[in-house]
């Protein structure tokens, strides 16, 4: 009822290879973040909160279905983890290319993980913190 209402979306995990990558779950993101914060009855400022990294993320998957909603250009969205808790928390699929992100509240230089880059080789990585989200995230080219 939640998805039918657009109080939340899932998203799915990208997996082909059974033994290396968890498949099973799905990820949970809320489309009104001060929904979210709501539910769990913190309004505090940044610098108080301990949930900030899955603010951010959700934030960022929030607009970037949003930024490429508006261009229409409609990707397949997916996380990716491995059962070494290896992750990426956004791939974008499309026509057989992927855009992969790794949202990240401080700079902290992400890469992409070894594993990923081995089982999906045509892939694009970005990381998007609070110093480089603009540019990041709003990128012409990665929707292309």
Known sequence: MLEQTFVIYRLPALKRNPHNEVGKLRKIYFTDLSLRNALI????ERS?????GALWENFCINERVKINDY???RP??????????KKIDL???????MHTFEFKWKDK?????????ELYPKNNFTEVNSINFVDALYAREMQL
């Open 41 to 44: 009855r913190n309004f505090n």
């Open 48 to 52: 108080l909160r301990n949930d900030i």
């Open 71 to 73: 261009a229409e250009y």
């Open 76 to 85: 397949n969205y997916y996380f990716w983890r491995s059962y070494s808790q």
């Open 91 to 97: 791939v974008e699929k499309f026509g057989g290319k």
């Open 109 to 117: 230089h992400s890469k992409l993980p070894r594993e990923f880059s």
